[in-house]
């Protein structure tokens, strides 16, 4: 908000002014306005009064029609909180006249800041306090909203003193009584006669008073929104601000909902965010925590709008299903789009900064397997999401990969069930020399450019189960597809790592391949083929040989006799437990995806997961 810089005698003045603003609750006893008047008005600078004005009670501008100030300060404090017989008659003799004049006083306000409205209007918070208390003032027709929106006017969207913030802090109190009154247990009894006059219950009258009142911001709201060239019209983005971090409190009241929908997707053209941070903060934590159910599109808005809660929502999804273990992936998959990550990842904004996430994730965690099959899935579901987007509304998948090598993106991004099944070793084979040839490439040999590489072809870790389960049932080409599976467990080549893998890796598969057919297999004869998996050195080999053996074990003829044995073996003297599960997992899914009808190794894998995970 724009500040002038004042002088002393301004200061002075707007600081004294400001403590009569706040009366405590319930309404301070009538006091002689006039003597009070008098003195708010000596503490006005002299500049801000026309000579000839009269003697009205107020700083009067030439720019501001003349409000009958006076005479309704006079009526709120003759009246209280309208607790007499007399009272009452009194009050709703003069609620349309009342109406009409806070209608004016909004119209006068809501083209000033809250410096300049103080300034005007010295003892607006006198009559606006006791009016908020008077309950049948506050239930006649739209005199609430009104002020409502009379408060967001005195509201210091950037406080600049203690004074400020103290005054900010009464009008959201001000308006958390507006619109929840019935959490106030001493305000029941005063206002339990009128309510009771209405035909409703206490808690009935407050539901329909809350309604209303989120029914006309929200009407006034898109009314702007489809209004922005009508300048005198606009809501202010100070009162914008003003009423987002009123909602603070209120986030989880389900009446509320429409009006934080109409705010998250309210958009006025400001280069700046106009709502308040802890009101979009608020929002998150509550969506988060499903205390608060949202549309798609306002959950999207929230996140593009603010990078925080974007941010904590991916931390919170990946703490979320790290640290609970889940049997299945279609679990997890349900666990995500339930937080519609997957689904708000259609806009490339929001891939871009889930990307870098899940990349610092991967770093921190050095590649845990559970890590990966998250962003396997997620990558999975964003796919799904975007092939079911409507055309028009399609972003090309290139946007989101933009500066990767477009042949190998569009190789990877190809689903497995778009292809023939006979087609995938080819297709694998293809991906293996582009990458290769990436990876080769001096220009690209960078470890930045090497992590990208790889961290593109891991989120893909789909194709590089198939790579395992094609070399061993389809006796797919070995070469190509054993380097791919190296360079995905060994992406650096520094002293000839990925090479050893390789020859490690093919040794053991050529064992395999005799054992393969083999109708009857024992622990033994699968130990003198392959060497123990703990004797092997390097980490990458022993991942990369773990993965072999847990393919031959579900697809081999023999293997399904001796699963369960050499499963317990490898995880009991190795530390692969996690890796072991994450890939019975994937598979599982895999095969539940397809529709492949394999009912014998899908039995195989409850099995080994209903016993795994309970190690895990």
Request: aromatic share 8%; glycine share 4%; charged share 20%.
């Amino acid at each position: 908000m724009e500040r002038r810089v004042k002088s002393g005698e301004e200061k002075n003045g707007r600081r004294e002014t400001l403590r009569g603003t706040a009366p405590p609750r319930p309404a301070p006893p009538p006091r002689r306005r006039t003597a009070r008047a008098g003195a708010e008005r000596a503490k006005i600078p002299n500049r801000q009064r026309e000579p000839g004005r009269g003697d009205c009670g107020m700083a009067q501008d030439t720019a501001v029609p003349k409000l009958n100030f006076e005479y309704w300060l006079d009526k709120a404090i003759e009246w209280g909180q309208a607790t007499t017989l007399e009272s009452q008659k009194d009050v709703c003799l003069h609620l349309p006249q009342l109406q009409e004049f806070l209608h004016q006083l909004y119209e006068t306000l809501k083209h000033m800041d809250s410096i300049a409205a103080i300034q005007q209007f010295p003892l607006i918070g006198q009559l606006l306090g006791r009016l908020c208390w008077n309950p049948f003032v506050i239930g006649y027709d739209e005199s609430q909203k009104t002020l409502m929106w009379c408060l967001c006017c005195l509201y210091s969207s950037e406080p600049q003193n203690p004074v400020e913030l103290k005054a900010n802090s009464w009008i959201r109190s001000l308006l958390c009584h507006l619109l929840s009154s019935s959490k106030w247990e001493s305000s029941e009894a005063e206002t339990s006669a009128f309510i009771s006059t209405l035909g409703y219950t206490s808690a009935d009258y407050y539901c329909h008073l809350v309604k209303s009142m989120v029914f006309s911001l929200v009407t006034e709201l898109r009314g702007n929104q489809f209004s922005e060239l009508n300048i005198q019209g606009r809501v202010s983005t100070s009162r914008l601000n003003a009423v987002s971090l009123f909602c603070v409190p209120l986030i989880t009241l389900p009446d509320l909902t429409p009006l934080v929908e109409t705010l998250l997707l309210y958009h006025g053209g400001a280069s700046k965010e106009i709502l308040s941070s802890e009101f979009l903060e608020a929002v998150n934590e509550a969506f988060l925590k499903k205390k608060i159910s949202l549309s798609e599109s306002a959950v999207f808005s929230l996140w593009l709008r603010h990078l925080p809660s974007l941010e904590k929502a991916t931390l919170y999804l990946l703490d979320q299903l790290v640290s609970v273990q889940m049997n299945s992936l279609e679990e997890v998959a349900c666990v995500m789009k339930d937080l519609l990550l997957p689904q708000a990842a259609s806009h490339p904004a929001i891939f871009r900064i889930v990307n870098e996430i899940f990349k610092n994730a991967v770093l921190e965690t050095d590649g845990a397997p559970e890590v990966m099959t998250i962003i396997q899935v997620f990558t999975q579901l964003f796919l799904q999401g975007h092939q079911n987007e409507y055309k028009q509304h399609k972003f090309p998948l290139k946007t989101y990969f933009p500066h990767h090598h477009q042949p190998l993106v569009a190789a990877l991004l190809r689903r497995p069930f778009e292809l023939p099944t006979t087609h995938w070793a080819e297709h694998l084979k293809h991906i293996s020399h582009m990458l290769k040839a990436l990876v080769e490439d001096p220009n690209s040999s960078s470890l930045a450019d090497l992590f990208e590489i790889w961290f593109l072809v891991a989120r893909f870790g789909e194709w590089l189960d198939i790579a395992v389960e094609q070399l061993l049932k389809a006796a797919a080409e070995s070469d190509a597809l054993l380097w791919l599976l190296a360079f995905y467990y060994c992406p650096q080549n520094e002293n000839q790592q990925r090479t050893q893998t390789m020859v490690e890796a093919q040794a053991v598969y050529n064992h395999l391949m005799r054992l393969f057919s083999c109708t009857v297999l024992s622990v033994k004869d699968l130990e003198a083929a392959v060497p123990s998996v703990k004797d092997v050195e390097q980490c990458c080999s022993k991942h990369l040989i773990t993965h072999l053996l847990t393919n031959f074990l579900l697809f081999s003829s023999g293997g399904h006799m001796i699963a369960q044995e050499f499963i317990d073996h490898i995880t009991e003297t190795t530390d692969t437990s996690k890796e072991v599960c994450s890939l019975l997992i994937r598979t599982a899914y895999r095969i539940n995806r397809s529709g492949e009808e394999n009912q014998r190794t899908l039995k195989l894998l409850n099995e080994l997961l209903q016993k795994l995970t309970l190690k895990v």
